[in-house]
């Protein structure tokens, strides 16, 4: 769409984009779209813990990824992968999901604590995965050798100064399990059994974990439960564990993508009893993949490529990474219908692409993938959607550290190397405890052809948050370089005057672009400059691209 029409179709609203609540009329005479930030319409407090990764004993995840053990000639901690410490720190990385996923509702906490050459061997959850049509390689990703147990997974929190959020076991564990898992990581030095064990293990005082979720997909590899059947078992795991005098959270195994249903009937048996168990937070996963392979009831079949797409998979994934501002919506509006003042906030606690195999570093990394410049964008748009509901959303994972799907991280033996998507939590990590205040983008959708029909993408997408005199924004523009131009863009501040902007751009002319052990350094955030114009920014978003503006406000 040519400038000029722009103008005329967002005049007459065609193409006008309300990401907020108040209604502007567009005034982009000259630029292509315009973002107004409202300082004045706070949203809510951006939680750090939307800054969180999951990490589960699946493939190179654990072995080879955040553990190489204490005599490996890899950099090490105690057995931990020292870059990888460091990497989470420079990203102010604020919570670790573990021990899964789909691991969790077949793990026995037992097995992973006391000296490790004692440790009892277990066949993993994934040894069977399809992904793996020869079967599991040897190794600790097919009979987990537990190495890497409770212990080691809180140390690694602790030096790189994440939380731990610990799942617990409900398909094949008891509550009395669960509270004992409790009791090992929180009860007071010198006090109980557990207590006294974890202290044998070089841990005399507690661990202090907060966050305990309380079963895994229990619609599908925790239990296969029904809604109703999933509420009761809820009720009997947080009914009682011993509090220590913390203020423990809760999460709920919540629902896959949009089943609507899974919500309200949960709720609704919940609130059948009054009160809702005590939950903190209510778990949704969402994966992007894409469907123009045709999605088929196959684990995998239908999911595109990491690396090599056609030009229309770029623009179907980043529409269906979209998805996500609805499924917040409407999980909340349901949540709402039961608990009205919504003490129980989202925890979207699995996200990011999911593609199908090929392009893993090591064949031992199952589900394992590359991750392109189109990750960084739906990394970048998928934080923005969570800024904007900062008032629902409590806490994110994407799926997972390292080594699989969505990871910021690839590493095999002594090759590490960061993704584009790292680049994009780093940029983003000035949101993090900011105020999130309502943002108005208007600028021209993207067509494109979805299975040669036309279908249309949300053009540039945002957020922005406000700490002090400084503002952070963020854009991502989903265009297609060569396609869809870069969008020259009015960015006006209502209530404030700008002191000094500085921009930081991440974006590829190449959309398949990505880091590798060969070329590590292909993709990397670079300066950029913005203008300011009678008290307006003006900057051009290239297609392609992940952007933040850091505005210090005089
Ligand atoms: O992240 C991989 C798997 O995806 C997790 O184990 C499971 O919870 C989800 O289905």
């Not at 950099?75 to 720190?89: D, F, H, Q, S, T």
Request: aromatic share 12%; net charge neutral; glycine share 10%.
């Amino acid at each position: 769409m040519k400038r000029r029409e722009f103008i005329n179709s967002a005049l007459t609203g065609g193409v006008l984009l309300l990401t907020g609540s108040r209604s502007v009329t567009p005034q982009a005479k000259l630029a292509d779209a315009r973002i107004e930030v409202l300082l004045d319409e706070p949203i809510g407090r951006i939680a750090p813990e939307i800054y969180g990764h999951f990490a589960e004993h699946l493939g190179g995840v654990v072995y080879d990824g955040m553990w190489v053990g204490e005599n490996s000639k890899v950099p090490n901690i105690g057995g931990i992968r020292k870059e990888l410490v460091e990497a989470m720190k420079k990203i102010k990385a604020s919570v670790v999901r573990w021990p899964g996923g789909c691991f969790a509702d077949s793990y026995n906490w037992r097995d992973g604590i006391g000296p490790r050459a004692q440790r009892p061997r277990r066949p993993n959850f994934w040894v069977d995965a399809p992904e793996w049509p020869k079967g599991a390689p040897d190794g600790p990703w097919k009979y987990d050798t537990n190495h890497f147990g409770t212990d080691e997974f809180l140390r690694f929190c602790q030096l790189s100064n994440t939380q731990p959020y610990l799942a617990a076991n409900l398909r094949s564990l008891t509550p009395k399990d669960f509270y004992e898992w409790v009791d090992y990581c929180n009860s007071p030095a010198g006090t109980t059994t557990l207590a006294e064990q974890r202290a044998a293990a070089g841990q005399r005082e507690p661990w202090k974990v907060r966050y305990w979720g309380v079963g895994n997909e229990s619609w599908g590899c925790g239990g296969n439960f029904s809604a109703d059947e999933y509420a009761v078992e809820y009720r009997r795991f947080a009914e009682w564990v011993p509090r220590y005098g913390m203020d423990l959270a809760f999460i709920g195994s919540g629902p896959n993508g949009g089943d609507l249903g899974w919500s309200r009937r949960f709720f609704g048996k919940l609130a059948e009893k009054g009160g809702f168990g005590k939950m903190w937070g209510w778990a949704l996963h969402h994966y992007t993949w894409n469907a123009s392979g045709g999605r088929t009831t196959d684990w995998y079949q239908g999911k595109g490529d990491a690396v090599n797409y056609p030009n229309d998979e770029w623009y179907e994934l980043l529409s269906e990474a979209n998805v996500m501002e609805k499924l917040i919506t409407d999980h909340w509006a349901v949540m709402g219908e039961f608990d009205r003042q919504h003490r129980v906030k989202l925890v979207v606690d699995e996200w990011g692409a999911w593609y199908k195999p090929g392009s893993e570093v090591h064949p031992t990394h199952l589900l394992g993938q590359q991750s392109t410049i189109r990750d960084a964008l739906i990394a970048g748009l998928t934080l923005d959607i969570f800024h904007r509901h900062a008032d629902k959303v409590a806490m994110a994972n994407v799926a997972q550290l390292i080594n699989c799907l969505a990871a910021l991280f690839l590493a095999h033996e002594d090759k590490f190397i960061v993704t584009p998507t790292y680049h994009v939590f780093e940029m983003y990590a000035a949101h993090q405890g900011a105020q999130s205040v309502r943002t108005n983008i208007s600028s021209p959708r993207i067509s494109y052809s979805r299975n040669s029909k036309p279908a249309t993408l949300r053009g540039l997408n945002g957020s922005a948050s406000l700490r002090d005199k400084q503002l952070t924004l963020t854009v991502t523009n989903p265009g297609l370089p060569g396609a869809n131009p870069a969008l020259e863009t009015e960015i006006a501040l209502h209530g404030a005057t700008i002191k000094e902007v500085q921009v930081t751009s991440l974006t590829a002319k190449d959309i398949h672009a990505h880091n590798s052990f060969a070329n590590p350094r292909s993709i990397e955030p670079q300066p950029a400059q913005a203008t300011v114009k009678g008290g307006t920014l003006v900057y051009s978003f290239a297609p392609a691209s992940v952007t933040k503006l850091q505005i210090t406000l005089a």
